[in-house]
């Protein structure tokens, strides 16, 4: 992950890694949430709806109620069709609050979408405890009574409690058995995928046949190695987008792909915007009030 990609959350109060924000969509632009990634976590409440969601390369419309975790390092934007949308986010940084979230690489594991939910609706079993502190720590943040960085870390600590309770054991369940034994090819793949990378690459890095790493990539995975690796080219791609000023040639070389029509039209097939516009996008700034 490039670092001087990643949006530097200003947070408003020294030594407190929290900040709350309430965007909402007027008639200028239908952009809500540019596409952004950086290093905290982001919990956000869908006030007004239907807006649309996307999660790296995962779409998702959301309705009043529902709850959104964004995991950190994964780029993200919301945008809705028509007026008078609103939801209201939640930045945090986990590792202030010594929570193991960070221990994991979900941008390397985001596309598996069997295991991976992020969006909580109102019916949701987890939903009654996540929705009650992920509210109390908004409040507390925008009311700023005496004791709200106490009140605030109560309730955070509580939401990622009510967060780990769900994810952690698909977590374990995955680490412990296929997931585990493919990480060595999913970590060359984030190192390498600017470069062709070879299936028996892949395979001998595990110490099996083509045939056997093929089985155990898309049992863990629910999608072929080639796939994968495409998928993890284009969020890259997502990501010089939106935060550099390299030309788009010069990004689909960096991102691993063959050519530059190889590359707009993967791009556009994904997103269902070309890269051009997905830049332009991303340059809009939507309105917020803080």
């Known amino acids: 992950m490039y670092n001087e990609e990643k949006k530097i959350e200003e947070f408003a109060i020294p ?35 239907p807006v649309n969601v996307k999660i790296g390369l995962n779409h998702y419309i959301c309705n009043n109620g529902d709850i959104i975790f964004v995991p950190s390092e994964t780029i993200h934007e919301v945008t809705a069709e028509t007026y ?26 985001l596309n598996n979408n ?3 939910n992020y969006i909580f609706p109102p019916e949701h079993e987890y939903y009654e405890n996540i929705n009650k502190h992920f509210t109390r720590a908004i409040v507390h943040y925008h009311n700023k009574n005496d004791t709200y960085k106490l ?36 970590d060359y793949i984030d190192k390498h995928y600017s470069e062709k990378i070879y299936i028996s690459t892949l395979s001998s890095i595990l110490n099996v046949c083509d045939d056997h790493f093929i089985r155990m990539f898309k049992k863990a995975m629910h999608q072929t190695p080639n796939q994968f ?3 993890v080219r284009i969020q890259k791609a997502m ?10 040639s010069q990004i689909s070389e960096k991102t691993g792909f063959s050519s530059y ?14 890269p051009r516009i997905y830049r332009q996008k991303c340059k809009q700034v939507p309105p917020e009030t803080a």
């Open 15 to 49: 030594n407190f890694p929290v900040r709350s924000a309430i965007p909402n969509k007027t008639q200028s632009t239908n952009i809500i949430v540019i596409p952004h990634l950086h290093s905290y976590l982001e919990v956000m409440k869908i006030i007004k709806g």
């Open 114 to 116: 069997k295991i991976f």
């Open 239 to 248: 990501i010089l987008l939106s935060s550099t000023e390299m030309s788009i």
């Open 151 to 186: 009140e605030i870390s109560a309730h955070i600590l509580l939401l990622l409690s009510a967060l780990l309770k769900f994810y952690v054991p698909d977590l374990q369940k995955t680490s412990n058995d296929m997931f585990y034994k493919i990480q060595p090819a999913l």
């Open 261 to 274: 029509a190889h590359f707009c039209n993967t791009f556009t097939a994904k997103n269902d915007v070309t």
């Open 229 to 231: 690796i495409v998928n």
């Open 84 to 109: 008078d949308k609103q939801l209201v986010g939640l930045v945090f940084d986990p590792e202030s609050f010594n929570l193991p979230f960070t221990n994991y690489n979900y941008n390397v594991i």
